[in-house]
């Protein structure tokens, strides 16, 4: 079964860091470019960073840039973003996603994760 887990979610302190975690179960997920999203409530779904699956060239939002950071552990099917410096704005639910490139929340054809809770609170 094809399945994306994300962990590492919570309630954390402005300028805290946090560390998601996106495992694959049931396909391998470095032939992939993945990608992590976020929704806040009554926005749309935007991405934060991707990495592609070719050279692992990453992408972030202008917004992130510098504070987080996308990564992969091939050994360990899994892709994290570490997060960083974390801004009440950064507040959302996070999902990761798979596809054979880049795209935007809308473009992303594979699979998705069923998103986890980040919230930046004092």
């Known amino acids: 079964q094809v399945q994306l887990v994300e962990s590492g979610g919570g309630l954390v302190q402005p300028g805290g860091s946090l560390r998601l975690s996106c495992a694959a179960s049931g396909f391998t997920l470095d032939y992939y470019a993945v990608g992590w999203f976020r929704q806040a409530p009554g926005k749309e779904r935007e991405q934060v960073s991707c990495i592609s699956s070719r050279d692992g060239r990453t992408y972030y939002r202008d917004s992130v840039k510098g504070r987080f950071t996308i990564s992969r552990d091939n050994a360990k099917n899994t892709v994290y973003l570490q997060m960083n410096s974390l801004k009440p704005e950064d507040t959302a639910v996070y999902y990761c996603?798979?596809?054979?490139?880049?795209?935007?929340?809308?473009?992303?054809?594979?699979?998705w994760g069923q998103g986890i809770q980040v919230t930046v609170s004092s």
């Open positions: 996603a798979t596809d054979t490139r880049c795209a935007s929340a809308n473009g992303m054809r594979g699979a």
